[in-house]
């Protein structure tokens, strides 16, 4: 069975660019449009890892992560991002993502961080 990745972000072309990366590295890619969308999927599927946008309507990124982590889940996060600020990247480790990543991604750079983060490099 392949390991399900949740890919959270506003943009339907981020969204099925990073999808298609990970299905070509043999992952399986959910798609949320929101961080409100990421938390009532989150809460029905277990998920091995989620990238994550900063910027959305509804519930942005550091909510999302901040609300997730609330759950007790230890699902490892990547916030995928064009904001480079230092305060946004302490935002985002302070809220419980694991990695802080700026975009564009790199598709090799992308699948090389999700197995260092799951452990099956």
Known sequence: ???KVLVIDDSDMVRHFHSNILKSAGFDADGAIDGMDALEKSMKTNYALMLCDLNMPRMDGITFIKEFRKT???????IITTQEEKENRRMG????????VI???????LIMNIKMLLGIM
Do not use: F, Q, R
């Open 1 to 3: 069975m392949a390991i």
């Open 72 to 78: 007790g889940k230890e699902t490892p996060v990547i």
């Open 93 to 100: 480790y302070e809220s419980g993502a694991n990695l802080y």
């Open 103 to 109: 975009k564009p991604v790199k598709p090799d750079d």
